[in-house]
């Protein structure tokens, strides 16, 4: 009786130790896919960072450009770069500064394109058409690093909440990581007027 209670306990252990094992490489795989998609949004959000610069200083050689314009953008883009996230520190909170960060530069370069319209001999530069162009293409590669990166996380988030990889996640240390939110008030459309 005693050789096959033991059996038993050694049986039970065994498929614990498996299944934890099994648990704990599902969950650094995941969280590496969750590494390897935020180093993709660092990517496009690097490119656009390096196409600032050369936008700003295609703008400054339009006469009489408006000056606070431009420092909003070059202050946005200080302010942006200031935010690191490590990608193993993918929280929510600092998902959320990183987020209100890169906002403020979206928001100060759409100011300025839009104060660019005003300039008919800016908007007339080759220059300045590509680099609006290669600008529009990184906005557009950022909405798509993001959307992969919330699938990713999502995926990550799910099983590591799931029962019993919880338990082996708790013991190990693996915690949630933050999603890309939409914009603030991006639940409202805009008006659009035409008087």
Do not use: H
Not at 56 to 62: E, F, I, L, R
Not at 128 to 147: D, M, P, V, Y
Not at 156 to 161: A, D, K, T, W
């Amino acid at each position: 009786m005693k050789i096959k209670t033991s059996w038993i306990v050694l049986g039970v252990v065994l498929l614990l130790f498996v299944g934890g094992c099994n648990s704990y490489n599902g969950m650094v795989t995941k969280e590496e896919m969750v590494k390897k998609a935020w180093g993709q949004v660092e990517n496009v959000y690097q490119r656009r960072m390096d196409l600032i610069p050369n936008l700003v200083n295609t703008v400054k050689g339009a006469a009489n450009f408006e000056q606070s314009t431009l420092e909003k953008v070059i202050q946005a883009r200080a302010n942006a770069t200031s935010v690191k996230i490590d990608a193993s520190n993918l929280s929510p909170e600092m998902m959320q500064k990183f987020q209100a960060a890169q906002g403020e530069l979206s928001s100060a370069l759409s100011r300025l394109m839009a104060v660019a319209e005003a300039y008919p001999d800016l908007k007339a530069t080759q220059n300045f058409s590509e680099l609006q162009a290669q600008l529009e293409g990184t906005e557009n590669r950022i909405a798509t690093e993001r959307g992969k990166f919330n699938e990713v996380v999502q995926d990550y988030n799910s099983s590591i909440r799931r029962f019993p990889a919880n338990i082996f996640a708790g013991l190990f240390g693996f915690a949630q990581k933050g999603y890309f939110e939409a914009d603030k008030g991006a639940e409202k459309a805009p008006t659009v007027d035409f008087k």
